[in-house]
């Protein structure tokens, strides 16, 4: 009697959860699914038309190109973002002073809102008044190099570096899990510090290293409002905004299928980008797990 009445309270207790997930995750995936099977322009009925969407997209050089320039911001960001963020950690979890001021320091960039972010930066490298401008033009004054638009990508993906705060946490809480008494013995027998970051620290961190890359494409993948930003003019008003394409080097896989929904009204070509990126991520996060998993030690195997 008392575990039926556990089940029941369980059960209760996740069903506010269970019912938020069905109508904000699955029904709105489902319906998504159901219009890229169809011509839709969000006024008139949709007209069902099969895998045509689908099979358009192979031969969409657009689409084929965002799928590359994704690819391209994926693997830098979470390359970088992971030796950033793992390197700071490994600083901060020192026996330093004041360093809960220096992790503080370092996780505000986090905490900065996405619009204030793409200002600071837009600032930075503004090509007439940016202070990276004026900092490059002392060592060579025909500098004349518009980096927002000629290093899109490298912009983009120091930004993202620049808020590395939240990987940096997740590495110092793992770091901090490791038994001293491990570290210190290896310190007894003579272990130097590269000794102990190859074949201590880093195969016990590699489950929160696989962690981080994992949500590292999923975020990238997802990446839509700062590219935009970045390039468009400051006070642009929404339409402009929706218009608003970036360099090729950032026209992102969801840019495409976002442009496509509510710039050219092709709801029904949108979805089927959406979906096809969708389950290109699944596979492309699949083979990855699959191809380092020999790599990742676990305490309980």
């Keep these: 009697m008392r575990r039926k009445n556990e089940a029941k309270t369980f059960y209760l207790i996740i069903t506010p959860w269970i019912l938020m997930f069905l109508f904000l995750n699955v029904f709105p995936m489902g319906y998504g699914l159901y219009l890229s099977l169809t011509r839709f322009d969000g006024i008139s009925p949709p007209r069902f038309s099969g895998f045509s969407n689908y099979l358009k997209l192979f031969s969409d050089y657009r689409f084929l190109n965002s799928i590359l320039s994704t690819l391209k911001f994926t693997s830098l960001n979470i390359i970088l973002t992971l030796i950033v963020g793992f390197f700071l950690a490994n600083l901060l979890n020192r026996d330093i002073r004041a360093k809960g001021f220096f992790r503080s320091i370092l996780f505000i960039p986090y ?80 272990a130097g510090s590269f000794f102990i970051q190859k074949n201590i620290t880093i195969p016990l961190m590699s489950p929160i290293i696989l962690y981080q890359a994992v949500v590292g494409i999923m975020l990238s993948f997802s990446v839509i409002v700062q590219p935009i930003l970045l390039t468009s003019s400051p006070g642009s008003a929404f339409t402009a905004f929706l218009n608003q394409q970036p360099p090729f080097q950032n026209y992102f896989t969801i840019i495409y299928a976002f442009q496509q929904c509510f710039t050219n009204q092709s709801f029904g070509y949108g979805m089927a980008v959406v979906w096809l990126m969708f389950v290109f991520m699944l596979v492309l996060t699949f083979v990855f797990l699959k191809l380092i998993k020999r790599f990742v030690y676990y305490e309980n195997e």
Aim: aromatic share 12%; proline share 5%; net charge negative.
């Design 111 to 190: 905490t900065v809102p996405v619009i204030a972010t793409v200002f600071i930066w837009k600032t930075l490298f503004n090509r007439e008044s940016g202070l990276i401008s004026i900092l490059l033009s002392l060592f060579n004054p025909n500098f004349s190099i518009n980096i927002l638009v000629d290093l899109p990508t490298f912009t983009l993906v120091m930004m993202f570096v620049w808020q590395v705060g939240s990987s940096m946490v997740v590495f110092l809480a793992g770091l901090q899990s490791i038994p001293k008494e491990l570290l210190d013995a290896a310190h007894v027998d003579g």
